[in-house]
């Protein structure tokens, strides 16, 4: 959570709130709280490039307008009927399995959440910095997340992404 919650829906507060509780704080967190207690999100440059490198090329390489205002989430791009909910994480130190858990989260989380009135219509993709190797692409392909990451001057990625265009 940043400092902005005016710009989450209720139900994510609330279940932020909740987690707070079920952590042991003990209080009650009331909805006027809430804003005093929300710490600073901060995003790495690393992370900030990745999103802008990944949106040229969804722009100049696809023919597609990457969306980055739709904050908490880092993108989404429409392709015909289909609206794409782009996570963007960067593997820190190596440890590509927290950065898979993290995109997992981040994705079922905003679907969920953002899309209320039904979300058949939602892809999800979540773009690395590096490649997170064979078992975590199959990891997410399984979940139904089409995965992409940096591989030098080029964007590789899972057979669903590439399906849909989304890499080369």
Request: proline share 3%.
């Amino acid at each position: 959570m940043d400092d902005h919650p005016e710009q989450y829906s209720v139900a994510e507060l609330q279940c932020w709130k909740q987690n707070q509780i079920a952590q042991g704080s003990g209080i009650d967190l009331g909805d006027v709280q809430i804003t005093q207690v929300l710490g600073v999100l901060v995003k790495s440059r690393r992370h900030e490039t990745v999103v802008r490198d990944y949106g040229h090329f969804l722009q100049k390489q696809c023919g597609l307008q990457p969306n980055t205002h739709v904050h908490p989430r880092d993108m989404v791009v429409v392709a015909g009927d289909t609206e794409w909910l782009i996570e963007v994480k960067t593997v820190h130190r190596g440890h590509v399995a927290a950065a898979v858990r993290e995109a997992l989260g981040q994705l079922l989380f905003y679907r969920h959440f953002h899309y209320p009135d039904g979300h058949h219509h939602i892809r999800m993709l979540a773009v690395f910095n590096e490649d997170i190797g064979q078992a975590c692409m199959e990891f997410l392909e399984i979940q139904s997340i089409a995965s992409v990451w940096r591989t030098g001057a080029r964007w590789a990625g899972s057979p669903s992404a590439e399906n849909a265009n989304l890499c080369g």
